[in-house]
């Protein structure tokens, strides 16, 4: 008797142990150490208790979760096109609580599109990078006497400039091929704008559209003259994207430009003891090309989608769309936000300051196209190939859209 | 009365200690067998989101609209009500006018459109359809599964035939020697690690970055120490970006792994021969080497054929290195069987192509169980 007694009380004891805490909440997502750290004190400062499940395979564990109807609460997707297939199926709850007003009075109307489905906004951003920036040394500039180009004309011309004074211009790492793809997406979007943009990820639009030929031809005003790229068609081939960047900025550089994402601070600086952000390197926004698209940008984003709508989560979605939430990781640099009400001055550093400045100012703002294409498609083998190809004969463009667009037709 | 009970309960008994273990084995290996070879038959019907479109695009046309652009607001259009009727007959949704805000555009309105026949179709129609032996015949046209195929041929022949191999020539040296324990248990430890634990150490060891990666800073080194010779700057080698070396870098994490296994089973084996049998060899004037190939190597051959069908069994299998190494990358080239079969299932969500998969791969075992099994048979028979 006293046996199953204790038993019992054994059994209750476990139950109440494992009993999980109503108000907390559950989300997954691919953040961990210092960048889940920062984010779980902005969940912390909105009030609301969160259980953080980080994993490396994002996709595998959502897609049986919703199976098992063991949803969580909150997931942080990497890119829209996630967010849009399980707005479609159903299965994540439109942001019907949100004010579309004040949403717009700190943020950028594309935001709110790339994030909506069927009319609804199904997700917020948060955490965004910017691969519009290009990379130049003020000071060689300032000795020089070149000023920064403000449209992709004065860029062209700038260019020429250089190679005439006998120079080179620019320098290309593309031994694997991905940084000529961010070459191509921006100046698609500059050209073509979002829809088509858009309609080319699809494949709504062939490879050999116009339009693209188009993107490539003006690529080739800057890539067409082999003087302009350092170490000629053969040296950028077989060039990392690191060491291009590496011989615009070391003491004596042999090319003045450098175009990939602001990421790349860290790497030269990491690199080169002398770098100084700010003074001897420096980025300016990648140049407008039709002035009905502004200066956009192009990047990645994270997404935040929820599964329910309880009193917690509405709580805690309302909180980060605020500037508060974005400050505090701001603060601590590698973040920058698309709030445009984030003080500039928050960020500890320059680079982070403008980027996040072109960042808020861009009216549009789309994803890089070959991480939202089927990777055959848009990564080795596929897109990045083609761009190798085009520097290598820019006049086999025809062939190689055509190419492509073989390709795209067995993948989509 | 008492009696014939007895001898009923005592035939029964058998049954009933087995019972637990057979509703084990049944509920979790034997019916799941066949309803994955069931569920590899059929098919989830797939609705075409391009086909809707066009119709949608075609019953705007058909009411008086011209050039319509997916950015036009919805409600701006000519007879937008009878556009939406026509469509909720079409497709058999329920689409009401006042779901439609101002704001919409048509893109907008196609989308709300997807998600009413979405949730239709989850909720009133069967959508698995019976399509015999398709998603079979899909495997032989889809490149990742031929990729995967070979490359688990590829891991098979060298997989196989190096951890063997290098096991038995170990297992044969570390008698001789006097540390012989501890360069066994040296062998041995990768084995005591998960295999995702040294899935990840070894990701590390292969880095690109000097400073990281142990392979590229010892090469970086050398070709440092060497620099007087005239030898270029070492360029670091992304032993798992690379499509020419990423596989080889695979295998040989598994070989490192698995050859303590073999060196262990063959150092019993080698032990357990008859000292009779050697000693005659040697009295017959045979030499170390002549004792090894033609004596104990024969001797131990039922012991070698299990540890090599073990070895395919394991490597026809294989998942954990090349999932956390390089998840497949780069595009597909590391790409193996179990972790396609994992991919289709769980990122891609189709289950059941993935169950044809793992029906394939366990077509693939069968035969080296069943001859593992035959001579560990023969093997008790002979004890016995």
Request: charge should be positive; aromatic fraction near 12%.
């Amino acid at each position: 008797m006293k046996k199953i007694l204790y038993f019992i009380i054994l059994i209750l004891f476990t139950i109440s142990c494992s009993k999980t805490d109503k108000n907390e909440i559950h989300i997954i997502g691919t953040w961990g150490g210092s960048e889940l750290n920062n984010f779980l004190e902005i969940c912390n400062a909105s009030g609301v208790k969160v259980k953080f499940e980080t994993t490396r395979d994002l996709d595998a564990l959502i897609t049986t979760r919703i199976e098992a109807n063991n949803t969580p609460d909150l997931a942080i997707l990497p890119n829209p096109a996630k967010l849009q297939e399980l707005a479609k199926k159903g299965k994540i709850k439109p942001l019907d609580f949100l004010n579309k007003e004040e949403l717009l009075k700190s943020y950028s109307e594309t935001w709110i599109d790339l994030a909506s489905y069927g009319g609804k906004l199904f997700g917020i951003f948060y955490k965004a990078s910017n691969k519009s920036v290009i990379w130049y040394n003020p000071v060689e500039f300032k000795k020089n006497g070149w000023d920064i180009p403000k449209t992709w004309d004065e860029m062209i011309k700038l260019t020429d400039k250089i190679r005439e004074s006998g120079k080179t211009p620019w320098s290309i790492g593309s031994d694997i091929g991905w940084p000529l793809s961010d070459w191509i997406e921006n100046i698609m979007i500059r050209t073509t704008g979002p829809e088509k943009y858009q309609a080319w990820i699809d494949h709504e639009i062939p490879w050999t559209d116009p339009c693209i030929k188009n993107a490539f031809m003006e690529w080739k005003k800057i890539i067409g003259n082999p003087k302009n790229l350092y170490g000629g068609i053969d040296g950028t081939l077989a060039l990392t994207f690191q060491n291009a960047a590496f011989y615009v900025f070391q003491e004596n550089p042999k090319a003045y430009m450098y175009y990939e994402g602001d990421f790349m601070g860290g790497i030269v600086a990491n690199e080169l003891n002398h770098i100084k952000f700010g003074e001897n390197m420096a980025f300016f926004a990648f140049p407008p090309i039709k002035e009905e698209y502004g200066v956009p940008v192009v990047g990645g984003a994270d997404v935040i989608a929820i599964f329910n709508t309880s009193k917690n989560v509405k709580k805690l979605l309302q909180f980060l769309t605020t500037k508060e939430a974005h400050e505090i990781w701001a603060k601590k640099g590698g973040f920058i936000s698309h709030n445009k009400n984030v003080s500039y001055d928050i960020y500890p550093d320059i680079i982070s300051k403008s980027s996040a400045r072109i960042l808020t100012e861009a009216k549009i703002y789309v994803f890089d196209a070959s991480d939202m294409m089927p990777p055959s498609v848009g990564n080795q083998g596929g897109f990045w190939d083609a761009c190798k190809r085009f520097i290598q004969n820019p006049d086999d463009i025809d062939k190689i859209l055509a190419d492509m667009e073989n390709l795209a037709e067995n993948n989509y | 009365m008492k009696k014939i009970n007895k001898n009923i309960l005592n035939s029964l008994q058998i049954y009933i200690w087995m019972l637990p273990a057979f509703i084990l084995v049944f509920f979790f290996l034997i019916k799941p067998a066949f309803q994955t070879f069931f569920i590899s038959l059929t098919e989830k019907i797939k609705i075409s989101e391009n086909q809707i479109s066009v119709s949608i695009n075609k019953i705007i046309l058909e009411n008086g609209n011209r050039d319509i652009k997916n950015k036009n607001k919805f409600k701006q259009l000519k007879n937008w009500k009878p556009i939406i009727k026509k469509i909720n007959k079409t497709f058999n949704i329920f689409v009401k006018y006042d779901e439609i805000n101002d704001e919409m555009t048509v893109k907008d309105t196609t989308e709300l459109i997807l998600i009413k026949i979405y949730n239709r179709l989850e909720n009133e129609e069967n959508l698995t359809k019976f399509v015999w032996f398709k998603n079979y015949k899909r495997m032989l046209n889809d490149s990742l599964m031929i990729q995967a195929f070979k490359n688990n041929i590829l891991w098979l022949i060298l997989f196989t035939s190096i951890t063997v191999s290098v096991g038995l020539i170990t297992a044969k040296l570390f008698i001789k020697i006097k540390w012989a324990n501890i360069a066994k248990t040296i062998i041995f430890i990768p084995m005591s690690i998960s295999y995702v634990a040294s899935g990840i150490i070894w990701s590390f060891m292969y880095d690109k970055d000097v400073n990281i990666g142990t392979i590229n800073a010892l090469l970086n080194t050398i070709f440092k120490l060497l620099s007087f010779t005239g030898l270029n700057k070492y360029q670091p080698v992304a032993f798992l970006g690379r499509a020419e070396t990423v596989n080889y870098a695979l295998i040989f994490t598994g070989i490192w792994i698995w050859t303590g296994f073999c060196t262990v089973i063959f150092t019993a084996a080698l032990n357990n021969i008859p000292k009779e049998i050697i000693e005659a060899s040697k009295i017959d004037g045979a030499n170390s080497i002549q004792t090894f190939l033609k004596i104990e190597l024969p001797v131990i051959f039922p012991t070698t054929a299990v540890v090599i069908t073990t070895m395919i069994i394991n490597v026809l299998k294989i998942f954990d290195i090349v999932y956390t190494m390089t998840g497949g990358g780069p595009a597909g080239v590391s790409e193996v069987t179990a972790n396609r079969m994992y991919r289709t299932a769980f990122n891609e969500g189709n289950f059941e192509y993935a169950a044809a998969i793992a029906v394939v791969l366990f077509l693939a075992i069968i035969p080296a169980m069943i001859f593992n099994i035959k001579i560990f048979i023969k093997e008790e028979i002979n004890k016995n």
